[in-house]
């Protein structure tokens, strides 16, 4: 009996972090289809754009070493308030319709409140694993992001279209962020192991280089979807950049339990060399579509794709940390994912300025290429070192 109770994945906990982080997403998520046009407006250019969302995600990794030691010195719990918190009180400051300078500031602030909550989230996530269900529970999880993508950017759209205010649209999203506080409250942590407290720690992990190496490329791709998608739909008159989100999410929910388990039972590269496949060859499909069937189609091979890379990835390097330094090993994780992002965002904004969405996106495939070259190159020399 206590065997099969520590075995068990759905508990209150669990619930209640999952809840937090759909809230936490759909907050975040809610911007994609709305902040581009805001910058737009207000007279920023599409290089602004990329540079804003790049600003986000840097200042969200800035302190994520230290959180990460403080999160295994303190516990998860008052890492993930702190962060839900910030991102929501600097939202409030959006809600002031600021400039595109002032804009600026308020990300940068939400941006490093999103890092703790993230930094928090993953590693809480594993922490509730039991370690044969690991790659499970995390698939589980990892259906929050998605399923927020599913509903978040939708919403968004509609109501930009339909409202025109923006004021309603930033109150929406901190309303979102407050919600996750509150749920986020009832989480019951238990107190952090005495090792955990142990000074000179890292602030980084070389445990997991390799698989934040990896997640790196893969999160590159995605800086380049969730910032330039939505002007690659204008420019080609594709009015469903919404519904891809939609189409992109709801697969993803679908795939990640399904490969976190297959993960667990053949193995993580069994299910992330495959991954990686596709999702090169979902943003091919994007960066030659002309039709909304076409960017749809683009939308349901990213899923595929990010379902099975993500959370395999993810559980690789979780499977390398023991609990007293998972703090500092998600930490390393993260912010590898996270910069993944802001270099997708800013190095792509700037390719822009020479090269049309066709091209930007094939960068793109390319990229999500480099982690089989990387995963490839370090079993060759894992091969030869026994040699």
């Known amino acids: 009996m206590e065997a099969k109770a520590a075995d068990q994945i759905f508990t209150f906990n669990f619930a209640a972090l999952f809840g937090a982080a759909f809230l936490i997403f759909f907050a975040l998520d809610f911007f994609i289809p709305v902040l581009p046009f805001y910058v737009v407006e207000r007279g920023g250019s599409e290089e602004a754009v990329g540079l804003l969302m790049g600003i986000f995600t840097f200042f969200s990794v800035i302190l994520r070493p230290f959180q990460g030691r403080r999160a295994d010195r303190a516990g998860r719990k008052k890492l993930l308030l702190l962060g839900i918190a910030a991102y929501a009180l600097a ?64 919403l968004g759209e509609v109501l930009r279209g339909k409202s025109g205010s923006y004021t309603l649209l930033f109150a929406v999203s901190v309303a ?18 005495k090792a955990a407290a142990a000074g000179g720690r890292p602030l980084l992990s070389r445990k997991v280089l390799l698989p934040s190496l990896m ?33 992109f999410a709801l697969t993803a929910m679908v ?11 053949w193995g993580r590269p ?39 890379a993500n959370p395999s990835i993810m559980a690789l390097a979780a499977d390398r940390l023991a609990l007293g330094e998972r703090g500092v090993g998600m930490a390393t994780y993260t912010a590898a994912f996270d910069l993944g992002i802001v270099a997708g ?19 793109c495939a390319a990229a999500a290429l480099l982690p089989l070259a990387i995963y490839a190159a370090r079993v060759k020399y894992n091969a030869r070192a026994v040699e």
């Open 91 to 154: 939202g409030l400051g959006l809600t002031a319709l600021p400039s595109v300078r002032l804009l600026f500031v308020i990300r940068a602030l939400q941006g490093i409140g999103w890092g703790a909550f993230l930094l928090a989230f993953n590693t809480m996530a594993i922490d509730l694993a039991p370690p044969a269900r690991r790659g499970e529970v995390v698939g589980l999880m990892g259906i929050a992001p998605p399923l927020s993508l599913a509903a978040a950017p939708l």
């Open 176 to 193: 979102a962020a407050l919600a996750a506080l509150l749920l986020a409250a009832l989480i019951k942590e238990p107190p952090p192991e």
């Open 215 to 247: 997640i790196f490329f893969v999160t590159f791709t995605f800086g380049g979807i969730i910032t330039f998608l939505p002007l690659l739909g204008r420019e080609r008159g594709i009015p469903a950049v919404g519904a891809f989100f939609t189409v």
């Open 255 to 265: 795939v990640r339990p399904l490969t976190g388990r297959l993960s667990d039972r």
């Open 270 to 308: 069994f299910v992330f060399l495959p991954g990686l496949a596709i999702l090169s060859l979902s943003l091919v499909t994007i960066a030659l579509a002309g039709t909304a069937g076409r960017l749809l189609l683009g939308g349901f091979l990213f899923g595929c794709g990010m379902g099975a």
């Open 345 to 363: 965002s800013i190095l792509l904004g700037f390719f822009l300025a020479w090269l049309n969405f066709f091209h930007l996106f094939l960068i």
